[in-house]
C-alpha cells in the first residue's frame, strides 16, 4: 500500500505548491485538511487553491460546504477517512494538506467521540467570550478542563470555547473523553512533513498576498457574505480579514486601514500556527525552504 503523505504549515508558507509537485511526482491526489477551505463562498479569502494552482491534480474537499454549517474536526474525519481509502483503491498516492493542525492530530492520533452539544451549551460558552473576554474564558476553561487547557498556545478562541462547551454540556471533560482515542491512519501508513520557512519570509509572504486577494475578489467575497445574513460565530465567519472587510463595509474604517488591519491580525494568526506546529509535531519531517 502506498505511503499517505501529510503536509501541514501555517498560512503563506507555500503548502499548496508543495503538495502539488508531491502529487505530480508521486502520481497522488491532494485532500484538504484546512478548517477554512472546506466552505463555498471563501475562494479568495481561505487562500483556497485555484484551479491553475491545482495544476490538473484532483483536489478533494475543497469548497463543498456552505459557510452556513458548523463543520468540525469529526465531520472532516468522517469524510476523509472513506476518501484516502477510495484514492488507495485506485492505485494513487493521498497526500493531505493545510493548516488545521487538530485535523491531522484527530487523523494520526485519534478523536474522542463525543456526544454533539445544544444550542445552549454553544450559546453559554460563546456568551462568556462575547461578555467578559478572553482571558474571562481561558479561565473558565483552566477551571473546568486544566489538563486541555494547557495544551491551548495564546489566544485561541474556537479551542477555548470547546474545552468550556463539552465540560459543561457532557458528563466529563474534554481531557477524559481524548484519553482512550485510536487513530484514523494506522502507524507506518503515513509520513508527516511540516513547512516551517524563516519567520520574516513568511510576514513578507502574508503582507503581500493579503493585497492581491483584494485584488483577486476577497472584497467581492467578503460583500457576498454579508448577503448571507449568517451567523458571526459560525466558524466560517472567522476567516481572516473578514471582520476588518466588513468594518470598511461599514463605513468604520478605509480600506487600506482594513488591508493592514488583516495583514497584521494575519500574521498573529501564522505565529500561533507556526508555533503550534513545531511543537506538537517535533518528529514530522521539516525540509529546507
Known amino acids: 500500500m502506498k505511503t499517505i503523505h501529510c503536509i501541514a504549515g501555517p498560512t503563506a508558507s507555500g503548502k499548496s505548491a508543495y503538495a502539488v509537485k508531491l502529487a505530480e511526482k508521486l502520481d497522488g491526489e491532494i485532500v484538504n485538511a484546512d478548517a477554512l477551505q472546506v466552505y463555498s463562498h471563501l475562494q479568495v479569502l481561505s487562500a483556497r487553491p485555484t484551479t491553475g494552482e491545482m495544476a490538473g491534480i484532483p483536489h478533494h474537499l475543497f469548497g463543498h460546504i456552505h459557510p452556513r454549517t458548523r463543520y468540525s474536526t469529526g465531520h472532516w474525519l468522517r469524510e476523509v477517512d472513506p476518501l484516502i481509502i477510495d484514492i488507495l483503491a485506485r492505485g494513487k498516492t493521498p497526500v493531505l494538506v493545510g493548516g488545521t493542525g487538530l485535523y491531522f492530530k484527530a487523523l494520526t492520533q485519534g478523536l474522542a467521540q463525543i456526544p454533539p452539544l445544544s444550542d445552549q451549551v454553544i450559546e453559554q460558552a460563546q456568551a462568556v467570550l462575547d461578555g467578559e473576554g478572553i482571558e474571562a474564558l481561558r479561565i473558565l476553561a483552566e477551571k473546568l478542563d486544566p489538563?486541555?487547557?494547557?495544551?491551548?498556545?495564546?489566544?485561541?478562541?474556537?479551542?477555548?470555547?470547546?474545552?468550556?462547551?463539552?465540560?459543561?454540556?457532557?458528563?466529563?471533560?474534554?481531557?477524559?473523553?481524548?484519553?482512550?482515542?485510536?487513530?484514523?491512519?494506522?502507524?507506518?501508513?503515513?509520513?508527516?512533513?511540516?513547512?516551517?520557512?524563516?519567520?520574516?519570509?513568511?510576514?513578507?509572504?502574508?503582507?503581500?498576498?493579503?493585497?492581491?486577494?483584494?485584488?483577486?475578489?476577497?472584497?467581492?467575497?467578503?460583500?457576498?457574505?454579508?448577503?448571507?445574513?449568517?451567523?458571526?460565530?459560525?466558524?466560517?465567519?472567522?476567516?481572516?480579514?473578514?471582520?476588518?472587510?466588513?468594518?470598511?463595509?461599514?463605513?468604520?474604517?478605509?480600506?487600506?486601514?482594513?488591508?493592514?488591519?488583516?495583514?497584521?491580525?494575519?500574521?498573529?494568526?501564522?505565529?500561533?500556527?507556526?508555533?503550534?506546529?513545531?511543537?506538537?509535531?517535533?518528529?514530522?519531517?521539516?525540509?529546507?525552504?
Open 147 to 289: 489538563t486541555a487547557s494547557a495544551k491551548v498556545l495564546g489566544n485561541d478562541p474556537q479551542r477555548l470555547l470547546r474545552i468550556v462547551g463539552v465540560a459543561q454540556g457532557t458528563d466529563k471533560p474534554l481531557s477524559v473523553w481524548q484519553r482512550d482515542t485510536r487513530p484514523v491512519l494506522p502507524g507506518g501508513s503515513w509520513k508527516g512533513i511540516v513547512l516551517l520557512p524563516e519567520r520574516q519570509t513568511l510576514y513578507d509572504r502574508i503582507n503581500s498576498r493579503f493585497a492581491d486577494m483584494i485584488n483577486e475578489g476577497g472584497l467581492a467575497e467578503a460583500r457576498t457574505l454579508r448577503q448571507l445574513n449568517l451567523d458571526g460565530n459560525l466558524p466560517a465567519m472567522k476567516a481572516i480579514g473578514l471582520r476588518e472587510l466588513d468594518a470598511y463595509l461599514d463605513g468604520e474604517i478605509s480600506l487600506d486601514e482594513a488591508i493592514e488591519q488583516a495583514k497584521r491580525q494575519t500574521r498573529r494568526f501564522a505565529k500561533r500556527q507556526y508555533t503550534w506546529l513545531r511543537s506538537q509535531m517535533q518528529d514530522w519531517e521539516k525540509p529546507e525552504l
